[in-house]
């Protein structure tokens, strides 16, 4: 623990991660009363100078411990307390110094834990304050300060000039001797410690002395010193020897001034003190050619001057002056400053030959700067007067000190600043070039490379060598043969001749044309790109390269190292397949990893120059005369001539491989061919381990010396060297070749010679024959894998040495190692994915489909495969993880790129022997398909071929059994939480670019959990960057799907033999953020799928619905579909079509986006096909119609006419022509460079549809429940009858909450409208009525036609907003673009409705405020007449003279009172008849329905109508026949749904009346009415229960017949009210009263201000308060989430039901609906207002509105002057006409005899107001909730429930109610069907409740039968024949329905007691069921998270 390094604590640091990570997975420790575990093994993470952090494993018990940690040292201990944590940090510490660490956990209790110790030493703390001092020529001395800590040496270094020496002592001081004089030393001081520990060294620096100068000149420091001592000798001696005599006016002059020392911005003078007993004063001038300065200071021996410019001349002058202002003469001398050296010195433009340096320039007077630069003893030195050099002709790869001094004009230096740098290597500057010099040691990745950037998409050429590189990616990625092709634009265009311009003749321009020699040659790109890559990328490209034909590295060269390393990792992924000789006949053939191979290897090398081009020849060597390639890179290739740079000493590689005709092969059997770049003379290495592995090695030669013939003479096996050189050549030595070629042992078939009499093709032809003889005779094969073992014996480094391949190897093959037999071993080793997994599949699809169920209780039937399904998984649960399991996810669990290597070993080894396995297998195939007889046996090899298939997609689909098995279990279970961490470590594996299987391709299902869960962590992953986009290929199988997505995205699908795609695969590719802008996505998903029509699947009878399944759901999951099809098989083509058609179709009908597609047309090559194919693209798109018609008659959706109607298709741009995929014959064809190029244009149209894309990308999430929902949909027989998407349900949900948002403030704003217009109505022709220029009927249009005007406005917002709802991007609303015309429907429906209500609310308050016109008349009249009466009193009275008492008043009142009402006459108001005005309503209503209405009206008048409670029964045989029969059909009683439906209008009908009662108006004929229509919309809109016309009759009788006494007492009440006589007898008191004010002549104006606020005002702002506040409260409670839609509201009370789960709630809740629900809503407003002061805010609003109103009344009454208080009575009313509305009864009473001041009536209305809204505001905090609510005209919890239930029908199976939004929906629908049984339903027969769901029925082969039916048997799949205006989707899962299933199993007893039934028989799965389970079904079905 001691002398570790701090790197090494960090090493610590992360092994006790690891350690505890092993330790939280492996063990929890068990809690205990007393014992405290212990910290555990405590690790050091750092250390630092003061500070030590400790970190150590946590407990993993729920108790909280507190951490003590006592530490000590020699010196002092200390102690912390603190919470138990991972880390810990000490610090104030001393550097240097042992500490020991004692750390102990401590409970809540006291206890303590044992104490975990350790030892840590600080790190020491350099030296500090180092002083050089004693400078001579040859020595310095230096001392220092000792740091803190225990310091047991120093060690001082010191250098320059690259002469470096050090020295070890105990002291802090050194002299330093034996240095160069006049040299710059730089010296470092480091401590050392007793552990032996060292420092970091402090650094200074310093220069040696050369030789003294006259002190006044250009001295230096140190020659100041000595100027300094001979001034102190000066004067000493003067002292002794002279005195000087003192005088009166004489001041001695200072003498001969010395400089001391000289800095840069400092001078120190010193000079002899006068010995006088006078006192002087120093003055000191100094100035230079800038500035000027003067110090005044006492008379000393010296004088120092500060703050002087460095590298500047001053002079100085020194005058001494006395006392009494005497001066001396002065003393003069000129001193130069230091200059300071030159500052900020930056190196740039650094390459391999050549630096820049430039510096910032000192102060000073500068002349010049020398830059001095040296390494490994070689010194050069320039001069120059800028700033700024450029070092050229340096060499490469070495470290550069670079040191710059100023110069001044006197030739005094500076002390050189100093830098080092170093130039770059011949390799680092070849990838600065091509910029990828930060790549070298962070390696480029696969998911770095196939990111998704701008140069993936775009065509802009390469400008600059930086491109080169990525082009080359670019290119080979997408396995295109131009990929060498690499040279930059710019040097393109610059060599091109304009030949319209230049048209002189100038041959000497032809001739030193520009050529390659500037640019990279593609080897060194190659290389580069090898060096720079992990070993996944050099794998990738090693492969691409493989297919393109080109030749790969087998060893890479470093030049900087110059190590080469064979790349066995990198070309084990190749494999080959080939047919030698000996299978031609057979038509067998070979096919395995090329490093595996045992094949002949022959090589070519190079030796010294040669003129014969060696990769040239070995091209045509290999090449048919016919097929022609370039395999090596050679001169003559584009910029195979430019100098090789990094790639000299590559080794590469190809291969040829025979395809079994002998026309055709140059040689019969496979052969590796190697090639050397580069002399051998310079790469030995390489040359012996070429002819160590190869049979035979060919070295191209010119010349042969002596040297060379000792590098080939060395070689042990001589006979395998071939010669071949160039007789034509000038240095062609035929004495040098024959003395070596003795030596050698050589015959002259070793020779080969191009002579003059040999053209190129004979010459190869010769060269092709001796290599042929080479293969056909040589024994030696050697393996690539075997050559690792010759390298390590030449120090040549393997790539697969590494450490983490090596351990993912050991583990790969730990598994690997075990299979012998592959299905054996599949069924003990993954068992869980085997017949369980596909059980558990059948049992999934049975559930949804219930094929079976037959005449069993559904629901018994489900109950009873769940059970199994639970077996099952118990059953998978009871397995032991295996061994193999157990080691594939310990392995896939450590760390990156050692799990990469791992699952790449896997891959490879399973491949390995699945390939031994089919290629056996296949053997056998042959052998017994030769004999008839053996056909069993050829059915169990097919069986063996179809199971044989072994990869790592079979050990992830077991691991996510596992996890799905341990889902079922407990969530406590340990075996479930140790598995929690799986879908994490497989979303780590999807980021790193490894595949996912989504759909299971043996079993054909989903493991929706697992893949749900993976996904849902991928999320949590990438975080908030997680929008994806997704691309999908169809097609048949084996016609190269997985090759184009390969080729399009660079990724890796198996494509192998024998590993056809099974299921479907997804991986994600990262998008650059350049280009997230375009697509605005993070991630492109790529899916590759199984092929369609597949063979092994066609003997099956589902094999249609199996490719149905998975084309529906790759479909529906995909942004963009490619489907690859054929054309020359046109019946297989039309049968791909209808399946791709078909999963088109369904998108489109579940609200998908039109999805978009790119048909792709393979093997077409012609350059016309576009052109010549326009007939078959015509043909296509008739097919693509016709299938479209097909498969819209199955889904029963015939309004899809053609194939455009269901997708986004152009003929022109929706098809792509991709050539062949091969250019020749295989195995040896390169990859056709159309077939790449035209993928790449697919993949460019591909990523530009996606940015085209409207709506925004999904994210991972919603592709999750897309997923979801996708494949349950599919699991249905009936996909779009059955999917249901919880992203589409939300997306209904905003929808529906915005739309009802829109729509109340619609209804508000009319609210508000209507309550203006009816208070203008009800103030018509009254003093507070505006001066109208039209009479009431006027008026009423006129504001019919203002209404219609706001409607028409409010109308168009709704479908505006509707419009621009649909128009964003974000929240997934295309999915609900269906929905949207019956949302506008909704919005002009509403305006119907509004608008009939409006008219209706005006006629009524027009005609009523008529009537009261008259009345109003007659009022005035005879108030009119009292008031005279009365004012004549009062003369009368007054007239006598006598003060009167109040009782002879009161006596001449009653006297003139009762004269008055005598005389006037009162004519009593007639009531109408409103009986006989509903009468005859309700026969104009009936007359309609015919003679048998009007003959049943005729029966029963309809005063007698009404008086009881309604009771339908049945009249007559036929009734009660029918009824009979009903039931016995086992449906719901008829007179029963009858009678509930008639108490559902009554109820309605009643509350009706009730509110127009509350209101105390008169009746008006509109109400009866509305009544009726109510009535006639209720029964119309209820299909479930057919109405006969003796229901309607009588309910309209009964209906009518109670409101017509309900409204004539109303009317009746409304004439007393109003009655003249009536009101004129309430007011007798109070006339009586003002008689005596006036009389008396009393001050009224308090009282009649009181008067007029309590009697008039009042009443008006409490009506308008009640008129208001309803509205205020709907709003209020509308912003709660509960009240915000129909769906939100049905969860809030189902969940609300749940919590109190009382039969009674449910009872009440299920037959009677509207009133439980109404009852609900009200109790939430009084629970919502009852607490907190919302209701108050409300009211005060709605009071402090009204009073704002009557005091602007009242100050603009004021502002009039009237001068009458009459007028400013009338003025205010005027005011308030339009807001309140005034009794007129109370103001004709107020307006009598009233002589109060106008103003004083003001101030104290003004004062009665406050006061009056002081007193509502108490009145509303005492009233409780209930009252106020039962006050206001509109009752909030009607208009709640009026807008939240909707259009109010139920399910016609389990009356469930309808929650779809918006009036107008064509279909409804419910989250959550119930068991029929709770809607009173009951077995045929038994009498017992009915168990049966309708959202199961719909799915299984049942039967119902209902009076829709006409009691007939109606197969329930077909529901929608009957009830076509309702859609039941079937559950999405088992546990859908939990919630009325937990229901009826709870209360099943007392449902069937309430329903006189018998109990329904419970499955037993519902019993298991509690009330957790009901509420996550409900979570569920509502989509809430």
Known sequence: MENSDSEEFYDASDSFHEQWSEDEQDTTPTPQSDYVPPPGEVTVLSAGQKTVSLGFVPTDCSAEYTLRLDYSCATHTGTLILKDSRTLKVE?????????????????????????????????????????SHVSRESLSLC??????????????????????????????????????????????????????????????????????????????????????????????????????????????????????????????????????????????????????????????????????????????????????????????????????????????????????????????????????????????????????????????????????????????????????????????????????HHYTTKLSLSRILEIDKKTINEEPTKCNSDLAWYFLKKIMMVNVTARNVKCTSACESNCVDLSVNTELNLSNLINSANSGDMLNPLDIVTALFLCSDGFVQQEMALKMSMCQFSVPLLLPNCDTKQCTLMLWALRDIV??????????????????????????????????????????????????????????????????????????????????????????????????????????????????????????????????????????NQPQKEKIFLVGNH???????????????????????????????????????????????????????????????AHELGILVDEDCPECQIAKKHADAITAEIQDILKYKEDELPLQGQIWKELTCLEKEEFRLRKVRFENIEMYKSDLQVQKTKLRKRQNSYDMSNAMTCFINAISSPGIERCYFLKWMRMNLDNLSREKLSGLREQYKKKSKDSENKEEIKEIDRQLSNSSLGTEHFFREMGQIYEASVSLPETAPSRQQLQHLPKLCAGLLLDGFPLELVDGDASNIPLTWVSDVLSQLNDLVSPKNKILVVTVLGVQSTGKSTLLNTMFGVQFAVSSGRCTRGAFMLLIRVNEDVKKVLNCDFMVIIDTEGLKSPELAQLDNSHEHDNELATLVVGLSDV?????????????????????????????????????????????????????????????????????????????????????????????????????????PPIAPVNAGYSEAV?????????????????????????????????????????????????????????????????????????????????????????????????????????SEACTVLSEWETKLLDNLEQYFKQTEGHVYLVEGYREDFANSAKRLRREIENSVSNQLTAATDIRQGMTELDRIKENHTKQLEDRVCGLIDECRKKKVKMTDDELDKEFDKMWNETVNEQSFSKQKATDVIAIVTCFLNGNLSRKGSHACELLSKKELKDCGLEPFKYTTEGLKEWLKQKVSKLFNNEDHVMALQKLADSIIHACTQFVSEKMERQNDYHDTYIQEILHMIDKRLQNNNDVKINIVFEVSLKQHICGAAAKQFQKMHEDFIHVNDPYRCLIQNKEKFRADFKDVFNERDQCQKKAEEFTNCCLMPAVKYFANRALGHDIVGEMRTSQQFSNRMDCQYSILLDLLSKDDFKNYHSYICSYEVYVKKWILDQIVKHFSSGSTMFKLEDQCLLSSISSINNAINKAKTQKSGSLKKFVE???????????????????????????????AHWLTECVKDMAQALRVKFKETHIKMKLENLHVKPQNELFTQLIGCGKQCPFCKAPCEAGGEEHTMHFTSLHRPQGLGECRWDGTEKLDTDICSTCVVSDTHFRCDATKGEWHPYKRYRDIFPDWDITPDASFQASDYWKYVLAKFNDKFAKAYNAKPAEIPATWKALESKHAEASLKKSFNKK
């Open 1121 to 1225: 579909t490619i489907i690859n099809i054929a054309m020359e098989n046109s019946t297989e083509m039309k049968d791909i079509l209808q399946i791709v058609v078909h999963a088109f179709l369904r998108m489109k009908e579940v609200g998908k986006k039109k999805p978009k597609c790119q048909f792709v047309h393979q093997n077409v090559s012609d350059v016309s096909a576009h052109e010549k194919n326009l007939r078959d693209r015509e043909l296509l798109l008739q097919q693509l119609n016709e299938m479209t018609q097909a498969a819209a008659k199955m889904e029963k959706k015939e309004e899809n006419k053609s194939f455009t109607d269901v997708m986004e298709y152009s003929p022109d741009t929706g098809n792509c022509y991709i050539p062949g995929l091969w250019n020749g014959n």
């Open 728 to 790: 034509q050549s000038r240095h062609f030595n035929i004495v040098a070749l024959r003395k070596v070629a003795t030596e050698l042992g050589l015959s002259n078939s070793n020779i080969l010679l191009k002579t003059k009499q040999k053209n190129e093709a004979d010459f190869v032809k010769t060269l092709r024959e001796t290599v042929y003889n080479v293969v056909e005779n040589s024994k030696m094969k050697v393996q690539i894998e075997r050559m690792a073992d010759i």
């Open 144 to 437: 220092w300060d000792p740091p803190a800590g225990e310091v047991e040496s120093y060690i001082v270094t010191w250098c320059s000039e690259g002469e470096t020496e050090q020295k070890t002592m105990d002291e802090n001081n050194v002299t330093l001797s034996n240095l160069r004089p006049g040299l710059c030393y730089t010296l470092q001081v480091s401590s050392q410690l007793r552990n032996g520990r060292i420092s970091e060294p402090t650094v200074i620096s310093a220069r040696t002395t050369e030789s003294v100068l006259n002190p006044m000149e250009n001295s230096d420091s140190e020659e100041f010193y000595d100027a300094s001592d001979s001034f102190h000798e000066q004067w000493s001696e003067d002292k002794q020897d002279t005195t000087p005599t003192p005088q009166s006016d004489y001041v001695p002059p200072p003498g001969e001034v010395t400089v001391l020392s000289a800095g840069q911005k400092t001078v120190s003078l010193g000079f002899v003190p006068t010995d006088c007993s006078a006192e002087y004063t120093l003055r000191l001038d100094y100035s230079c050619a800038t500035h000027t300065g003067t110090l005044i200071l006492k008379d000393s021996r010296t004088l120092k001057v500060e703050g002087l410019t460095p590298g500047t001349g001053y002079t100085f002058s020194i005058t001494r002056i006395a006392e009494n202002g005497n001066r001396s003469k002065a003393t003069s001398l000129s001193v130069c400053t230091e200059p300071s050296p030159p500052v900020q010195i930056t190196v740039s433009h650094v390459s391999r030959e050549s630096l820049s340096l430039c510096w910032d320039p000192p102060a000073g007077e500068v002349e010049s700067y020398i830059v001095t630069w040296c390494s490994e003893g070689e010194t050069e030195q320039k001069t120059m007067d800028e700033n700024n050099v450029t070092l050229s002709n340096l060499r490469p790869g070495l470290c550069y000190t670079l040191q710059v001094s100023s110069q001044l004009r006197n030739g005094r230096i500076s002390e050189p600043t100093v830098i080092s740098a170093r130039t770059k290597t011949d390799l680092e500057s070849v990838l600065e070039d091509l910029g990828l010099d």
């Open 1771 to 1801: 003025g205010v009313c005027r005011e308030l006409g339009d807001k309140l509305v005034i009794s007129q009864d109370a103001l004709g009473a107020f307006m009598i005899l009233n002589n109060a001041d106008q103003e004083q009536f």
């Open 92 to 132: 104030g510490l001393t550097p240097g110094t042992g500490y020991t660490f004692s750390i102990t956990r401590i409970a809540e209790n006291g206890n303590r834990s044992k104490a975990t110790s350790l030892s840590v030493c600080t790190e020491p703390s350099p030296p500090v304050q180092i002083t050089v």
């Open 1240 to 1344: 790449y244009e697919l993949k460019k149209n591909v990523i530009q549809t996606l940015g085209s894309c409207e709506s925004s990308a999904n994210n991972i999430l919603g592709f999750k429940e897309w997923m979801t929902s996708l494949w349950n949909a599919v699991k249905h027989e009936n996909f779009i009858f059955s999917f249901r998407n919880s992203l589409v349900a939300d997306a209904y949900m905003r929808l529906c909450t915005e739309f009802n948002k829109w729509e109340w403030e619609f209804k508000k704003e009319m609210y508000s409208w209507v309550t203006q217009a009816e208070t203008r109505i009800s103030n018509f022709g009254t003093v507070a009525g505006k001066s109208e220029a039209f009479d009431l009927k006027a008026l009423l249009t006129h504001l019919k």
């Open 576 to 713: 080959k397949k080939y047919r030698p000789q000996s299978l031609s006949e057979s038509k067998g053939f070979i096919e395995d990893r090329i490093v595996v191979s045992e094949l002949p290897m022959i090589s070519f090398v190079r030796l010294g120059e040669c003129s014969l081009s060696k990769s040239k020849i070995l091209n045509k060597l290999l090449s048919n005369s016919q097929q022609y390639h370039d395999t090596f890179v050679h001169y003559d290739m584009e910029c195979g001539d430019s100098t090789r740079r990094i790639s000299s000493g590559l080794v590469e590689i190809t291969w040829y491989l025979p395809c079994g005709n002998k026309n055709m092969d140059i040689f019969s059997e496979p052969v590796a061919v190697a090639n050397l770049r580069g002399d051998i003379g310079s790469f030995e290495t390489q040359f012996s381990f070429l002819c160590q592995t190869s049979a035979a090695v060919f070295v191209f030669f010119d010349n042969l010396d002596s040297e060379h013939c000792e590098l080939l003479t």
